[in-house]
């Protein structure tokens, strides 16, 4: 399912090679159902001929991602350039945390490897393993940069994210011979890039995997849900996987005595103003939650 103005295009479950124009029936609107990319649908009305339909219902989703919006995935990638533009260290984060909302399996990717010298690739790697993840440095100069990437996305629905520039749509052209997205220089000061992607579409990506390539955008909004947010740090999750426990059930692992969560990580500050901004600590504290 790809979404072309009014139109969904969408692709036959029995011949993944023919695709129908369609329109949308008014129902969807009126149950409050949006067709997203990704999505399964069922289509009725068909025109064999003219290749036309309508979506008629909307399958159950496995998942659905907000920002960039698709249904389905298995896996969100957040990519980031090691330079043009230069890592920003929050907006990585944020882009980590929306990631880990949506509960599907993160990975990461650092882009233009050729720009930095190793240890550049090698200092971040570094910094996004305390984070708890594994990243995969790659460069479209390096093609078994880009075999290991193909491997890593070899089976199921994958949503590449990132901020405008960092190369998204140059890695799906990589990976996909012949594919010829539109990709364009970062421009200015900042080497920002050129928003030159404007809509959510997935690609075949062999056999058994489809990537999305998506806009870019440069500052994620925060998870808005504050019981969830300690468990969108891997760091968190690790430490009560190990065993840690604090005193009350529903420690924020702020300043509550008995926390058992050890704080010299890197992203705890970050992790403590997240907490205030989400749920500022209320007067009735206190005994209540207690084991
Ligand atoms: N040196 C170098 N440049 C790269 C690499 N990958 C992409 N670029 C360049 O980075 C610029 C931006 O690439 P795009 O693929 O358009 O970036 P994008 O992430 O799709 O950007 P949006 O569509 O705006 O979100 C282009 O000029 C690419 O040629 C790389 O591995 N090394
Ligand atoms: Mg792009
Ligand atoms: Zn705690």
Redesign the pocket.
């Known amino acids: 399912m790809a979404l072309e103005a009014n139109y969904c295009r969408v692709r036959l479950d029995a011949d993944p090679g023919a695709t129908l124009l369609c329109t949308r029936r008014s129902r969807l609107a009126h149950g409050g159902q949006q067709v997203c990319v990704g999505d399964w649908v069922q289509v009725d009305g068909i025109d064999w001929g003219q290749s036309r339909g309508a979506v008629a219902a909307i399958e159950p989703r496995r998942s659905l991602l907000r920002r960039p919006p698709l249904a389905n995935a298995d896996r969100v990638v957040v ?1 980031v ?1 090691l330079a ?1 533009p230069a890592p920003e260290a929050d907006a990585l984060s944020r882009f980590l945390l929306a990631a880990e909302a949506t509960g599907l399996e993160v990975l990461v990717l650092l ?5 930095v010298p190793p240890e550049g690739l090698a200092l971040w790697q570094e910094r996004l393993q305390g984070w708890g993840y594994g990243a995969l440095g ?4 390096d093609p078994s940069s880009i075999a290991a990437v193909a491997e890593r996305l070899g089976q199921g629905v994958s949503v590449l994210c ?10 799906l ?1 990589a990976l996909i011979p012949g594919l010829a ?6 421009s200015g000061r900042l080497e920002r ?5 404007r809509h959510v579409e997935l690609h075949d990506l062999g056999a058994a995997a489809l990537l999305a ?4 955008f440069n500052r994620p909004e925060l998870p808005s849900d504050p019981h969830h947010w300690p468990l969108l740090f891997p760091e968190i999750r690790r430490q009560l996987q190990a065993g840690a426990t604090c005193r009350f059930r529903d420690c924020r692992h702020d300043n509550e005595p008995g926390c058992a969560i050890e704080r010299g990580w890197d992203r705890y500050g970050q992790y403590r103003d997240g907490l205030a901004v989400l749920s500022p600590p209320g007067p009735d504290r206190g005994g209540s939650g207690r084991r």
């Not at 990132?162 to 890695?171: A, D, E, I």
């Not at 997205?181 to 970062?186: I, N």
């Not at 390539?213 to 870019?216: E, V």
Request: zero cysteines; a positive charge.
């Open positions: 990519m350039a043009r882009s233009k490897g050729d720009l790659l460069s479209h100069h990132g901020p405008s520039g960092v190369g998204k749509s140059s890695l052209n997205l539109r990709t364009a220089a970062v890039g050129r928003h030159t992607t390539d998506t806009p870019g």
